[in-house]
């Protein structure tokens, strides 16, 4: 503990602290909907077609946030039109829209400026090098993925729920769902530099999967979701200092035992 307490008084750690509990809060709240709605893969899908926004950008000399954000979000938009339609399943459009962005993001990887750039930071995440910049971006939009999701949490919580009665009292439900998927992208490019894109899922699924199996009411599922989620980025971040480790893979290494632990407990009544 001392060794770690001598740590913490290093600005990077400390930069690396508050980057993890901003993103920790983040994904508590979309893991909330990610597992209510079943849709685990839509943040898998996100987060790889958020790759290619990233190679993109690195090709174009752009922040690659900016890449990773705009790619990721038309792409999610796109990927909640199906539901609407009917004419394209949801996990087709996922693989269509997951494959294309791939690939682009491998052939502008080989292009350019982007092929001497390090993208196994982005794919992995190492929360050790964000920088205050980094953190301040993901600060603000950490800040206003939260305000969206507390601003509209009832009328998503509604959607998600029954979307049939939900449309019957007139709620703008393709657009919320159009939202809903915005939000997941966005809270999977905020990760991108602390557990990274390829483990990004794993904090969008297990939270709330804790949670799913210890309670059913809605205030203690939150509770609990945010909980695991900072107490994975935490005990994650600490473990893969004081053991020389990645620190994205800790942080889901962390994640899993809790929910491995959890799958032992019984969930509470209603």
Do not use: Y
């Not at 999610?76 to 609407?84: E, G």
């Not at 709330?208 to 009411?217: H, P």
């Amino acid at each position: 503990m001392a060794e770690l307490r001598d740590v913490l008084l290093h600005p990077f750690l400390q930069r690396a602290l508050l980057a993890s509990l901003v993103v920790a809060g983040v994904c508590s709240i979309a893991s909330f909907f990610v597992v209510l709605r079943r849709i685990a893969f839509v943040g898998s899908g996100v987060a790889h077609i958020a790759f290619g926004g990233v190679a993109v950008a690195l090709l174009l000399g752009v922040p690659p946030v900016a890449g990773a954000a705009l790619l990721a979000m038309g792409s999610a938009a796109w990927i909640a039109l199906p539901r609407r339609r009917g004419d394209l399943s949801e996990d087709t459009a996922i693989g269509i829209a997951f494959a294309a962005a791939m690939a682009l993001g491998v052939v502008c990887a080989s292009l350019g400026s982007a092929r001497n750039v390090d993208l196994m930071t982005f794919l992995f995440g190492n929360v050790l090098t964000v920088t205050w910049p980094d953190v301040a971006v993901i600060g603000v939009l950490g800040a206003a993925v939260l305000a969206v999701f507390a601003r509209l949490f009832r009328r998503l919580l509604f959607v998600s729920f029954d979307e049939e009665t939900a449309r019957i009292v007139r709620l703008p439900v393709d657009a919320l769902n159009v939202l809903l998927f915005v939000l997941i992208a966005l809270t999977v490019v905020l990760a991108m530099r602390t557990v990274g894109l390829l483990l990004v899922s794993a904090l969008l699924v297990v939270p709330g999967a804790v949670a799913q199996r210890l309670t059913a009411r809605l205030r203690p599922f939150l509770a609990v979701s945010f909980g695991v989620a900072v107490a994975s980025a935490v005990l994650g971040l600490a473990l893969s200092v004081l053991a020389d480790l990645p620190s994205g893979a800790t942080m889901v290494l962390v994640a899993a035992g809790i929910f491995v632990a959890a799958s032992g407990l019984r969930r509470r009544p209603a």
